[in-house]
């Protein structure tokens, strides 16, 4: 059920809700977004938000709310639920009329929306790599065997133990100031954020070395803001698509579209990366490394391939075959391995 609610920044007065409107055929006077209350995911709703009065002119406030996901911090997410933490109560907001829209961070977001849910648009990727911060060594190769290293992600785990076996990686949940503090505190040697969180919020600086994904491979969508809708608002939805940037939209389906036939779970130390390529930048290149959820130190199981692709359908098209062949090289025995959904 829904967490904790209060109206965070605010553009105008109150209009209509949804359900003054259950079909949205013309657009509130004032368009609300559910957002969860970290630093960045304000962020990102504030920029949304200005884009939404650039663009359109609209009048916007935010709800800001906490989720299941900021509030469990103690567990690993594989371990009570998955992603869809994060994002249940501001759909609970959305269905209820209390809210219009809702801005996440693509990795965030499940595989399957609920039905009744879609995404109306994606935003242009800030860069989505993997960045590393230490106050003491410049990388993860320079870390002194048996170091502490600290991360939250299993897709994070098995890569940095397929370079670095000897590393001891411990769990790190929480906001990304919780995270910064914790390394500050010096309860790791080193942490792995994503550079484009850093980046948003001027934290650029914390930034001792950015990972090549060569070495440690983005997850599906990061770096990509989506924006969440009930499907039953058309003027939104139409309104919201011209937002889309062709390029990440079609990249970062082709990356979920591996993790949605692969099962998409938390629990998948998955990883899934799409970037343009070719002479015209029309050829989708994309690569996929699964690794075993319960022993790190397993060899990664690793495709790529390339095609043109001009529309989701292509993407789609892409992402499954990468998966298929990742299945046939040894990725099943992976999946055999996962340990039961939560």
């Known amino acids: 059920m829904a967490g904790q609610h209060k109206s965070m920044v605010h553009a105008g007065g109150g209009g209509p809700t949804l359900r003054d409107n259950p ?4 657009l509130p006077s004032t368009v609300v977004i559910a957002t969860r209350e970290s630093r960045l995911a304000l962020w990102q709703a504030e920029h949304v938000r200005a884009l939404l009065g650039q663009r359109f002119g609209w009048n916007v406030e935010l709800l800001g709310m906490t989720t299941r996901g900021d509030q469990i911090l103690d567990r690993a997410l594989s371990k009570v639920g998955g992603k869809g ?4 109560e501001l759909e609970v907001a959305l269905e209820e009329g209390r809210a219009h829209l809702a801005v996440h961070s693509l990795k965030d977001v499940p595989m399957e929306l609920p039905e009744g849910f879609v995404l109306a648009a994606v935003l242009e990727r800030e860069d989505p790599r993997d960045a590393w911060v230490s106050p003491r060594y410049a990388s993860v190769d320079e870390l002194p065997q048996g170091a502490r290293v600290g991360t939250s992600s299993l897709r994070r785990v098995v890569q940095i133990k397929a370079r ?10 929480g906001n990304l100031d919780t995270r910064l503090r914790k390394l500050d505190e010096g309860q790791y040697d080193g942490i792995v954020l994503a550079a484009a969180g850093l980046k948003r919020l001027g934290l650029a600086e914390r930034i001792r070395s950015v990972i090549d994904p060569q070495t440690m491979l983005p997850a599906a969508g990061q770096g990509a803001l989506g924006i969440e809708v009930r499907a039953d608002q058309t003027a939104l939805r139409e309104a919201l698509a011209t937002l889309t940037d062709a390029p990440t939209w079609l990249a970062v389906h082709a990356e979920r579209a591996v993790s949605r036939r692969l099962g998409g779970s938390c629990s998948m130390p998955l990883a899934a990366f799409a970037q343009w390529r070719g002479d015209r930048g029309d050829q989708l290149h994309i690569e996929a490394r699964l690794g075993h959820p319960a022993d790190a130190e397993r060899a990664l199981v690793v495709l790529s391939r390339s095609a043109a692709v001009t529309d989701t359908a292509g993407a789609d098209a892409l992402g499954v075959a990468v998966a298929e062949s990742l299945l046939a090289s ?3 025995a992976l999946l055999d391995a996962l340990p039961a959904a939560t």
């Not at 079909?23 to 013309?26: F, Q, R």
């Not at 933490?85 to 249940?88: G, I, M, P």
């Open 85 to 88: 933490l994060f994002v249940k």
């Open 23 to 26: 079909g949205m055929s013309t």
């Open 330 to 332: 040894g990725g099943q």
């Open 164 to 173: 670095r076996p000897d590393l001891d990686v411990q769990p790190l949940r």
